[in-house]
T-cell receptor, first 115, second 110 residues
C-alpha cells in the first residue's frame, strides 16, 4: 500500500467506447502524474499536475484527456482509443517543495486492453 | 533532462551483495539521484535518494563520488524477492519530471 489507489485495476474496452481511469492519493501531496508503460518499453510520462494545474503534456494524443478536480484526485478520460494504446497506466503523486526531492509514490496501475 | 546509463541486466546468487552502477555525466548542480524498484505489472517503488557521498536506509545504500557523475546502488544479501527492474533517475536542472530509462533487470538465482 503506497497511499495511491487506482480504479479499475483491469479494463477492456472497444475502440469506440468512452471510459475513465481514476486515481486517488491519501498522502497530502500537491503533484500528480499519469504514466504509460507498454510491454517491454520504459515508463512514459504523459501528464503532470502541480496544485491542480496541468504543467506538462508530453505530446499525448487528444484521445487521452486528463482531469484534476483537486489535489487528491486525478482522472484520465479515454475515447476512441487504438489497440496500440493497450498498456499499464500508472498514477503517481509527490510532494513538491523547494528542495524538490522527486520521491514519487505510484499506484498499482490499470491494465488497459483495447480491442 | 539528465541522461543516465546503467547495465541492461545483472544476475546474482542469493545472499550476495549486488552493486548497480549508473552514470550521469551531465548531472546538474541541484539534482538529486533517485533509485526506484519495479516488479512486473506494478508501479515503481522508491528505494533511496542521495545528493553526495553515502546514503543508507533499511533496504539499500547509495554511494556517490565527489564528482557526482555516477552513483552505485548497493543491495546487501539479496534474496529471490529482490528480482526486479531497478531504475536510476536524475531529473535535470529546473525539472521535476522523472524520465525512466530501461533500467537494470536484476535476476537473483537460488
Amino acid at each position: 500500500e503506497t497511499g495511491v489507489t487506482q480504479t479499475p485495476r483491469h479494463l477492456v474496452m472497444g475502440m469506440t467506447n468512452k471510459k475513465s481511469l481514476k486515481c486517488e492519493q491519501h498522502l497530502g501531496h500537491n503533484a500528480m502524474y499519469w504514466y504509460k508503460q507498454s510491454a517491454k518499453k520504459p515508463l512514459e510520462l504523459m501528464f503532470v499536475y502541480n496544485f491542480k494545474e496541468q504543467t506538462e503534456n508530453n505530446s499525448v494524443p487528444s484521445r487521452f484527456s486528463p482531469e484534476c478536480p483537486n489535489s487528491s484526485h486525478l482522472f484520465l478520460h479515454l475515447h476512441t482509443l487504438q489497440p496500440e494504446d493497450s498498456a499499464l497506466y500508472l498514477c503517481a503523486s509527490s510532494l513538491l517543495t523547494s528542495g524538490a526531492t522527486y520521491e514519487q509514490y505510484f499506484g498499482p496501475g490499470t491494465r488497459l486492453t483495447v480491442t | 533532462l539528465a541522461k543516465t546509463t546503467q547495465p541492461i541486466s545483472m544476475d546474482s546468487y542469493e545472499g550476495q551483495e549486488v552493486n548497480i552502477t549508473c552514470s550521469h555525466n551531465n548531472i546538474a548542480t541541484n539534482d538529486y539521484i533517485t533509485w526506484y524498484q519495479q516488479f512486473p505489472s506494478q508501479g515503481p517503488r522508491f528505494i533511496i535518494q542521495g545528493y553526495k557521498t553515502k546514503v543508507t536506509n533499511e533496504v539499500a545504500s547509495l554511494f556517490i563520488p565527489a564528482d557526482r557523475k555516477s552513483s552505485t546502488l548497493s543491495l546487501p544479501r539479496v534474496s529471490l524477492s529482490d528480482t526486479a527492474v531497478y531504475y536510476c533517475l536524475v531529473p535535470g536542472a529546473g525539472s521535476y519530471q522523472l524520465t525512466f530509462g530501461k533500467g537494470t533487470k536484476l535476476s537473483v538465482i537460488p
